[in-house]
């Protein structure tokens, strides 16, 4: 089963990456994610995390549609234990669709499945626990500052965060 569905993704990557025209890298900042929302430092009283940081490459496979993965770190402290803390490691597969265009401003839906890697760490014990990690994000906006550069927001929850700003470059 396994085999199967490697080959299925290696066939449906191939065909994919055939129509990618052009690369985009992206960077931003989220606050309040799905990690200070739920449970994912394995029990215990946290304080909230600062955001998360997000990078990330999509590429363009149609002419609404975007697919990639990305990478985002975030990390928060126990209340009650001034040397314990928890650093969260998500990595997604995420997909955009562009459902308004005009020719400075984008409007899109982006949705991210994947991985949260929890790692909780004190003065002599440290653990890591995976968890299933989304974003969900129906309202984004994306205004082109250039044809390289454009800035983003996307309002919706998950690993990346309830509001996410950042900046993206065209390759």
């Known amino acids: 089963m396994k085999k199967i569905l490697l080959i299925m993704c290696a066939v449906l990557g191939i065909a994919l990456g055939a129509n990618a025209q052009k690369a985009q890298f992206q960077i931003g900042y989220g606050g309040y994610t799905q990690m200070d ?33 990305s990478y ?21 597969l995420n997909g955009r669709y562009d459902y308004y265009r005009n020719s400075i401003v984008t409007l899109y839906a982006h949705l991210g499945v994947g991985v949260d890697i ?12 995976a ?7 129906p309202l984004g906006a994306e205004v082109g500052l250039s044809r390289v550069t454009s800035i983003f927001g996307e309002l919706g929850f998950g690993a990346q965060g309830l509001l996410q700003v950042g900046a993206r470059f065209n390759f």
């Open 118 to 129: 929890s790692h909780m760490a004190g003065d002599d014990w440290s653990k890591n626990k």
């Open 72 to 92: 985002t770190f975030s990390s928060a402290s126990y209340k009650h234990s001034d040397d314990a803390n928890a650093y969260y490691h998500v990595i997604m």
């Open 37 to 69: 929302a739920t449970d994912m430092h394995d029990g215990g009283s946290m304080n909230n995390a600062w955001g998360a940081l997000t990078a990330g490459v999509n590429f363009k496979v149609a002419p609404s549609m975007y697919l990639g993965a």
């Open 131 to 137: 968890y299933f990690a989304f974003q969900a994000s």
